[in-house]
């Protein structure tokens, strides 16, 4: 793959009338920068949570138990960025397998505002707390989310916290970014359109996300599928049509189309690294834990990643016992996942998913990128792991999990190290990634940005060098035109915070991905 470093012609920064930058400017600083002091950098934040009652336990497992309400409380956080505390915001608990952590360390949400409206923290109006259920390491769910980060794939960010309710040390926990309107404003640059999150299949009906056609009725769906937006309008129908599409066209209508529907690479990108890291309690497996957006300004369905904390081999469930093998199929997954496995029956699109199993393979999922990275986090998040009495597993099980496979309270798991190289071992003897190129076409144009947001650099990378490419702003204008080259890293340290575009020129004026600078 060629690689060009590229900066655009700078003049069109200072040749903006002031009052247009200076609005753009405020337009970023005061909405697309939330989350920024909790997620902006690694960290342990320090989370203090004072309930009015003493008998916050029981009336938060009630709730849980009942209509999920939520229990008032203040809050102190503390981080890198300072301290603050903020009156009657709400705390629930959530989870379903987390449920299952032992002791009273379950998960839990915040919304800050609950009780006060548009009351937030760093700009944010929820956080959610995951307990560490089967993670000795503590780290899947934080270095899977940075993976996708990285490499551009659209999924909540993530850190830690060391929390305490009503003065008692309640945990070591990693915080995780609500999935709503903020995170599709700061990610995509679009929140009108329809946010389905695939349902927990514990609640009977149907039950799973698979994306199967049941029909024309809306009823049909909503065992398996929660409408998180638009409640109002509670209007399904694209999504129905979108389902249809999937298991009631012909092959060559799929093949030819998808990518009308879909963003389509950057739904083979998730699905890809998925397979690598064995994030089976996803779509491919269990059918929960993801989200699907309808972007109201492309049209196209965007797929978000969810709940990872059962990565590297940790989900199991009738695949290998109670620990999927290291050579777990790359076409792997439960057979009913329509979406998935119509993909894998193209020649076309199964190449192209392959071509971006071994991008990822390449940049990220290797022990040359991942090993350094689980040493930094180890070493970041060590003496606060160690002091947490109330962890699902030992001590000696924390340190040990890096390197050696753990069994014990929740099943076997992998040592994350050996999960890795174990992984890039067997796809480097199963595919030949030089073999896999990755073609062009009308259903598979999209190219995929990151990081996003961007603070010094943003890398363009096309499927082909193509050279109809060209970035414009939030207004529509031309910012430049790409070099004919597959990659393009962009040097965009000098230019305003705002949403820009990298848009066909040979489509006109239909933007094809949106990219945050954010400095």
Request: proline share 3%; glycine share 8%.
């Amino acid at each position: 793959m060629t690689d060009s470093r590229y900066i655009c012609d700078g003049n069109f920064l200072v040749q903006w009338p002031l009052l247009i930058a200076c609005a753009l400017a405020s337009f970023a600083s005061s909405a697309q920068t939330e989350g920024n002091q909790v997620f902006g950098v690694d960290q342990i934040l320090q989370v203090d949570v004072v309930f009015a009652s003493n008998n916050f336990w029981n009336e938060l497992e009630v709730e849980y138990d009942g209509d999920q309400n939520y229990v008032e409380a203040d809050v102190t956080i503390s981080g890198v960025n300072g301290t603050q505390t903020l009156g009657q915001v709400g705390i629930r608990l959530k989870g379903n397998s987390s449920m299952f952590h032992p002791g009273n360390k379950k998960s839990f949400k915040i919304d800050f505002n609950e009780f006060v409206p548009d009351q937030a923290f760093d700009g944010l109006k929820k956080l959610n707390f995951s307990n560490g259920f089967k993670d000795p390491t503590f780290i899947r769910e934080k270095i899977f989310f940075d993976v996708c980060q990285e490499a551009g794939i659209l999924s909540p960010r993530a850190n830690f916290a060391e929390v305490t309710f009503n003065g008692e040390p309640w945990g070591f926990y990693t915080i995780i970014e609500q999935i709503d309107d903020q995170f599709l404003d700061r990610s995509i640059g679009d929140d009108g359109g329809n946010l389905f999150k695939a349902g927990s299949n514990f609640g009977g009906g149907d039950g799973e996300a698979s994306l199967e056609y049941l029909g024309a009725d809306q009823s049909s769906y909503t065992s398996s599928y929660d409408l998180k937006n638009n409640e109002v309008e509670d209007d399904w129908t694209d999504l129905i049509d979108f389902v249809d599409f999937i298991n009631n066209t012909s092959d060559a209508v799929f093949e030819e189309e998808l990518g009308d529907w879909l963003d389509l690479t950057a739904y083979l990108r998730s699905a890809a690294l998925d397979n690598l890291f064995a994030n089976l309690d996803t779509y491919t497996l269990s059918a929960r834990n993801y989200y699907i957006y309808h972007n109201s300004t492309t049209g196209h369905w965007q797929w978000i990643k969810w709940d990872a904390n059962e990565v590297f081999g940790s989900y199991a469930m009738g695949v290998g016992g109670s620990m999927i093998t290291l050579d777990l199929d790359f076409d792997g997954g439960n057979e009913n996942r329509p979406l998935l496995q119509r993909i894998l029956q193209s020649e076309t699109l199964k190449n192209a998913y392959y071509a971006e199993m071994c991008d990822l393979r390449t940049q990220w999922f290797n022990p040359e990128y991942m090993e350094p990275r689980m040493d930094v986090l180890k070493a970041l998040i060590e003496e606060a792991v160690l002091a947490d009495g109330n962890k699902m597993y030992s001590n000696n099980q924390f340190q040990s999990n890096f390197n050696v496979d753990q069994g014990g309270m929740g099943g076997s798991l992998y040592g994350l190290k050996p999960f890795v190289e174990g992984r890039t071992d067997y796809l480097d003897l199963q595919l030949d990634c030089t073999s896999f190129s990755r073609v062009l076409n009308a259903t598979l144009d999209a190219p995929i940005v990151f990081p996003n947001p961007a603070s010094h650099e943003v890398t363009i990378a096309s499927i082909v060098s193509q050279p109809d490419l060209r970035v414009v702003d939030a207004m529509g204008r031309e910012v430049c035109i790409l070099p004919r080259s597959q990659t393009v890293v962009l040097d965009v340290s000098s230019w305003p915070n705002g949403l820009f575009w990298v848009q066909s020129i040979q489509h006109g004026a239909h933007g094809v991905v949106p990219f945050m600078v954010q400095h």
